[in-house]
């Protein structure tokens, strides 16, 4: 599978050390069943569900919540997302100083990808588009019929 190398340079991967000690939903233990929880809280496409689920843990005190990343194969990946006020901001107001590097001139990560089977190129933005062979135009107009 390919992904536009433009696409991965216009990201970046941050790594960073919260400035403080964060209290968080852990979604991970087994007792979180007893709430209702399932599975699907990790890869629900519902985000009315996620969201209420959300709210109720920044209004329980929480900061964030630790769970699985929904779109890994594996299952083993652990995500953290952290509980403040929508939109692009620097969480809880903290000046959070990032050491920021675009994925692709990460050479761990082109290497975890492409042991997935991605791999990252240069997409060109305009395509020659031709004309499909009169014997397909003929098979189109007759299933049109």
């Known amino acids: ?3 536009d190398a433009a696409d991965l340079r216009r990201r970046r991967l941050a790594r960073t050390r ?3 000690k964060l209290h968080l939903a852990n979604l991970l233990v087994k007792a979180a069943h007893r ?4 599975a699907d809280i990790h890869t ?3 985000h009315s569900t996620t969201r209420r689920w959300a709210a109720a843990w920044q209004r329980a005190g929480f900061h964030g919540i630790w769970g699985k990343v929904g779109h890994d194969p594996t299952v083993e990946l652990k995500t953290l997302t952290l509980l403040d006020g ?6 809880f107001g903290w000046d959070w100083e990032l050491r920021a590097t675009a994925p692709a001139q990460d050479l761990t990560l082109l290497q975890e990808m492409a042991a997935w089977g991605y791999r990252s190129a240069d997409v060109p933005q305009d395509v ?3 004309a499909p062979p009169a014997r397909l135009r003929r098979s189109v107009e007759r299933i049109r019929r």
């Open 44 to 46: 629900s496409l519902d």
């Open 35 to 38: 709430f209702g929880l399932t």
């Open 18 to 20: 919260a400035p403080r």
């Open 128 to 130: 020659t588009v031709s």
């Open 86 to 91: 929508a939109g692009e901001q620097e969480p």
């Open 1 to 3: 599978m390919l992904i």
